[in-house]
């Protein structure tokens, strides 16, 4: 059996280490774990989870920044038919409560403080208790483990990593391999939940066997090789880092180098000193690159692989991408939480238009259509919603039937609230969020589009537009810019040069020049927060 063969992550890590043997897995900082040694590590991991009378289908939480012991905790549970449920780092105690009480999680892995956020602190803080005691209000959470931490306060119920690894003296090796045994690929591997920047946060339910069917498709897609060396900056909480990430790796038989934060001068020293060949991301990571003064100082000449999507990509950044970066590789594509992550993707063939202007076309055994609000599939090169069907298509949001029924049809179909255009060739186009289009003067405006015209500018480094309430159009467009490096810009000359490149009614009319754009983790703009913004800058301005 190969890796990619495999029906559970389990089976995976198992077969991974027979194939790779000694070939490094996991480089972080001063540790290295072979591939043999990861499988050993997990099992170590699984037996500490059967102590703990972790049961088949129980959650577990991991609340903690980009780790070798994040990965190690998370196949552990895995391997023993637990349901891994990834949070955010940047979210804040009542947050997390939050998702641990909605999931039911019987375990939380953590760390103690990581960026000046000390976690198990506003977690205990927000739910009223700072003492330490099992929290009030999370009946369900029954440990919490520390990683990289010495403070053991185990009576508690909070412990260290190495505590938690020694409980699993009392069960043998062979009692966590026939737990593994019983895991079947149409088991839960994984409640991810959503950003929840419309509403409450839910939980996407996925399983082994389609995950794994999944990213063997893109891993091949890109063409990850086993001489990989994939440097992680997208955090593992999100799929990107996580499936497209160091699961990813595993397929292929890469050296998985997790890195916990982007710092731009941190990331281009470890591209020479690593060796890194592989980096994907989001555009701002390659657009930051590029812009940092110094970049060309550094070696980054190891680099060949280059994955990207979730944003505007301007066409200019493509060819910067291969001609600047020297990316022999760059491929995006487009995905979601709800579809395991991955739904359409280039070729690494296709040309930097097309590349920059479409998401690709669908992955082998998914359906694409964009249709209209009575789900009819619109002609080609005509805006409708984007839908996907087949085997990438979660199982249902945890404990919300009424949230799965409005999400997926009768037919199977899932209603991603994304607006795309297809074209002749099948390649599909990501114009923007249904909640995000604008309408001025009756006029539909997409600022996905008006944000890649933008771009175009030479002194523009990056831009997102909103649109914002006004008295006589009902909505105008407005734009918030950040220049590129020594470049000076100024509100109305932004305005003169869109008037001058695109039709009259997606011109901005208000322009706001920023330093940077407020981001999430995953390096996506957060767009209410200039939606809040807008309305002070407006308020002020009247």
């Keep these: 059996m190969k890796p990619t063969d495999a029906t559970t992550i389990g089976q995976l890590i198992a077969v991974a280490a027979d194939t790779f043997g000694e070939k490094a897995a996991i480089e972080d900082g001063d540790v290295t774990i072979s591939y043999r040694d990861l499988h050993v590590r997990g099992l170590q991991a699984a037996r500490a989870f059967i102590a703990s009378g972790l049961e088949h289908g129980d959650r577990v939480g991991i609340w903690a920044p980009n780790l070798f012991e994040w990965v190690i905790a998370a196949i552990g549970l895995q391997m023993v038919g637990g349901v891994l449920v990834p949070l955010n780092t940047r979210m804040k105690g009542a947050e997390t409560a939050y998702i641990l009480e909605k999931s039911g999680a019987r375990m939380l892995f953590t760390m103690d403080e990581f960026l000046g956020a000390r976690y198990i602190d506003l977690l205990l803080d927000a739910m009223g208790r700072g003492d330490g005691r099992p929290v009030a209000g999370l009946p369900d959470l029954e440990r919490i483990v520390s990683f990289r931490s010495t403070d053991s306060r185990e009576k508690t ?43 409450k946060p839910k939980g996407v339910m996925t399983e082994h066997a389609q995950n794994l069917r999944g990213f063997e498709v893109w891993t091949d897609v890109v063409g990850l090789r086993a001489d990989d060396r994939y440097l992680i900056v997208n955090p593992f909480f999100h799929s990107f ?60 000449s190891s680099l060949r692989l280059a994955v990207t999507g979730a944003a505007v990509v301007p066409v200019d950044l493509i060819i910067k991408m291969r001609e600047v970066l020297a990316f022999e590789t760059v491929i995006t594509g487009y995905g979601l939480t709800e579809t395991c992550g991955i739904v359409t993707m280039c070729r690494h063939d296709d040309d930097p238009e097309t590349i920059a202007n479409t998401s690709g076309r669908a992955i082998p055994g998914v359906d694409v259509q964009c249709v209209d609000p009575e789900g009819n599939e619109v002609a080609r090169g005509e805006p409708g919603e984007v839908v996907v069907r087949g085997y990438n298509v979660m199982r249902g949001y945890f404990d919300d039937e009424a949230a799965t029924t409005e999400t997926i049809d009768s037919d199977g179909w899932l209603h991603t609230g994304d607006i795309g255009v297809m074209n002749e ?118």
């Design 157 to 199: 119920g909070i412990g260290t990593w190495d505590a938690f690894l020694a409980l699993g003296q009392s069960v043998s090796d062979a009692e966590a391999r026939a737990r593994a045994d019983r895991v079947e690929g149409e088991d839960l591997s994984d409640i991810l939940f959503t950003s929840g920047t419309t509403g």
């Design 425 to 542: 060739r099948r390649y599909l186009r990501i114009t923007d969020r249904i909640k995000d289009m604008f309408i001025m003067g009756g006029f539909n405006c997409y600022p996905a589009e008006i944000e890649s015209m933008l771009c175009s500018h030479d002194a523009v480094a990056q831009v997102a537009v909103i649109g914002v309430p006004d008295e006589r159009m009902g909505e105008v467009g407005m734009a918030f810019v950040v220049p590129m490096p020594g470049a000076t810009l100024d509100e109305k000359a932004i305005i003169a040069w869109c008037r001058e490149n695109m039709a009259n009614y997606k011109v901005p009319r208000h322009v706001s020049i920023l330093d940077e754009l407020p981001m999430n983790a995953m390096g996506k703009v957060t767009k209410f927060v200039l939606r809040e913004r807008a309305g002070e800058l407006l308020e002020r301005s009247q």
């Design 241 to 300: 880092g996580y499936k497209a990430g160091w699961l990813s790796c595993f397929l292929r038989g890469a050296t998985c180098l997790p890195q916990d934060v982007f710092d731009v001068p941190k990331v281009l020293d470890r591209i020479g000193r690593d060796h890194v060949s592989a980096l994907p991301g989001p555009p701002t990571l390659y657009q930051t690159i590029l812009a940092h003064p110094e970049f060309e100082s550094y070696d980054l």
